[in-house]
């Protein structure tokens, strides 16, 4: 694959990453999670190329 396909998919997946966890930790601010466990999906869809991805895990709450 090419430098710039590497260095967009790289500024894509870091972007995703970090405005995902602000909104993780921004929901979970204030609300009393301790002991909890959160299911959680991350879908992925780029259109053009029929891609449908998805990833699920759980989030344990702040002790």
Do not use: C, P, W
């Not at 921004?26 to 909890?36: C, L, Q, S, V």
């Not at 991350?42 to 002790?63: P, R």
């Amino acid at each position: 694959m090419s430098d710039d396909f590497n260095m967009s998919m790289r500024k894509f997946l870091k972007q995703v990453g970090v405005t995902s966890q602000q909104a993780i930790e921004e929901a979970m601010r204030g609300a009393d999670t301790a002991g909890k466990t959160y299911k959680v999906r991350a879908v992925l869809t780029i259109e053009e190329l029929d891609l449908h991805h998805e990833v699920t895990g759980e989030i344990k709450g702040q002790e």
